[in-house]
């Protein structure tokens, strides 16, 4: 079956922007998780998504991001006015349920987000 | 909170020969559960192998292996016959008993040699 996909795949946007990142899980996966790769910070964890609820979003790095999912499918980070620093890869991954230690994550390909 | 460490940012090795990638870990949680993932240019992460921290046996996975040191907090990664789809970018990643996500390391660029 299909793996999970994301879209864009790549993006380049102005300083200040809003952008939207769209996350497609495999399905039947109730959890989604969000991450962020750049040179600076390495792999950090954003968000995770237990069916549409977000339990905890203290790892979002500031107020402008924000996370949603509806239907228990699809997910989207939104980043508002944007920033330099916001440059980075955004990977989501989707898992049959909650807990890595009991069900792999499986990543999709990501989207690298280029604000200029 | 915890951190994962990984020393080499960079490693070369021949073609049918074996690497071994370095982590270290730090953290206060008794359960929990270590990964290797490997990330090729395409950026799709992939899982290589994992090890929960209650079982003494070190994981294995075909050409993978790794050696668990529980009290070290260490947690390499052994490629034995290396080839050349080898060649990636190497995360050593922690999971403790919650649900958050992963937390990673900085990564090891592996170079296989023809």
């Known amino acids: 079956g299909a793996g999970v996909s994301q879209s864009p795949s790549n993006k380049v946007t102005e300083k200040g922007k809003d952008v939207e990142l769209r996350c497609d899980p495999i399905?039947?996966?109730?959890?989604l998780y969000w991450y962020r790769q750049s040179l600076g910070q390495g792999l950090e964890f954003l968000i995770y998504?237990?069916?549409?609820?977000?339990?905890?979003k203290s790892g979002l790095p500031s107020d402008r991001f924000s996370a949603e999912r509806t239907g228990g499918s699809v997910s989207t980070l939104t980043i508002q006015r944007t920033q330099q620093e916001d440059s980075a890869v955004y990977l989501c991954a989707s898992s049959l349920g909650l807990a890595p230690r009991l069900y792999e994550q499986y990543f999709g390909p990501g989207t690298r987000l280029t604000v200029t | 909170a915890q951190t994962v460490t990984q020393s080499q940012p960079e490693m070369s090795v021949q073609e049918a020969e074996t690497v071994t990638l370095s982590c270290t870990y730090d953290?206060?949680?008794?359960?929990?559960?270590l990964f290797w993932y490997k990330q090729p240019p395409s950026r799709q992460m992939i899982l290589v192998i994992r090890?929960?921290?209650?079982?003494?046996q070190n994981a294995t996975e075909n050409r993978f292996s790794v050696n668990f040191q529980k009290a070290a907090k260490s947690f390499s990664l052994k490629i034995s016959d290396s080839q050349l789809g080898d060649a990636a970018m190497y995360f050593c990643a922690y999971s403790g008993g919650g649900a958050d996500g992963l937390t990673f390391g900085k990564g090891t660029h592996l170079i296989i040699q023809p």
């Open positions: 399905s039947g996966h109730t959890a």
């Open positions: 953290t206060s949680e008794s359960d929990y559960y």
């Open positions: 090890q929960e921290a209650y079982k003494q």
């Open positions: 998504f237990q069916g549409n609820s977000a339990p905890d």
